[in-house]
């Protein structure tokens, strides 16, 4: 922490400005705990903290890294965790909440700050509010780990957003009822598996970016998600970014790298 105090003293005595105290504190500082160098400033360089991934991790480990974090205002995410081992974290650690869906524990942020936008709620478009700034569109309800990934990302993003689930290709015309919701979304994440063309539809009916994410959704030919992999990157429907494979949570990262340019 010397660098760190020593940028404070010199921000105090006026030898460098608070805009250069601010850059230099951009890479500043990390934390080493158990077998893991947490970056706690990921926040100030990205607008969002070090996102968890822990599949591969144990229960231990886990459990060292949160306690750690809950004492921080900041929101926090753990991704891929699966639920007999979070239920225990939960169980052991008050104030985290588990997503079953999404397979993700978190905590919102404690300062109910605008840190990272304009808290909103996730929105059905039943309800008629098609304010949001981020649309997910998925082919089927099999891709709803995904979206759901996706989803509870924006929500700790504070990004308004809503979910048009289950409109793919075997029934477009339940997409086309959706064009109104579609055409005032600032970013689309559109989520498919099988064949994966989905997001080349969407992409040809909006002006908007789309952020193609594939999934292992399918039978045998869908290789795990290579299919809908390539047939994304291989679109001839101009606007499309592609994420990994699964990637929910990389899908919403970029949704917001958008809203917050």
Not at 28 to 49: A, I, N, S, T
Not at 199 to 205: D, Q
């Amino acid at each position: 922490m010397d660098k760190l105090k020593s940028i404070l003293e010199d921000i105090a005595r006026g030898d460098i400005s608070v805009e250069k105290g601010m850059e230099l504190l951009r890479f500043l500082p990390y934390e080493g705990m158990d077998d893991v160098l947490f970056d706690h400033h990921r926040r100030l360089r990205k607008g969002f903290p070090e996102v968890i991934y822990g599949k591969g991790k144990s229960e231990g480990q886990l459990k060292n890294l949160l306690e750690r974090l809950l004492v921080e205002d900041a929101p926090i995410l753990v991704t891929r965790v699966g639920e007999a081992k979070a239920l225990k974290l939960v169980a052991a650690l008050p104030g985290l909440e588990y997503d079953h869906v999404a397979r993700a524990l978190y905590r919102e942020s404690r300062k109910g700050d605008d840190t990272y936008g304009s808290a909103d709620e996730d929105t059905n478009p039943s309800n008629g509010q098609e304010a949001s700034q981020v649309t997910i569109v998925t082919a089927g309800t099999s891709d709803l780990p995904v979206a759901s990934e996706a989803s509870l990302t924006l929500k700790l993003m504070d990004i308004p957003h809503q979910r048009l689930i289950d409109v793919g290709v075997a029934g477009i015309h339940r997409l086309f009822s959706h064009l109104r919701i579609l055409g005032s979304a600032r970013v689309i994440i559109c989520i498919a598996g099988m064949e994966g063309a989905l997001p080349s539809i969407v992409a040809g009916l909006v002006k908007c970016p789309v952020i193609a994410v594939p999934t292992s959704t399918g039978y045998g030919s869908n290789m795990k998600g290579m299919v809908p992999l390539l047939a994304m990157l291989n679109s001839c429907a101009p606007g499309i970014g592609v994420v990994n494979i699964d990637n929910g949570f990389g899908a919403a990262a970029l949704a917001a790298s958008i809203i917050w340019s």
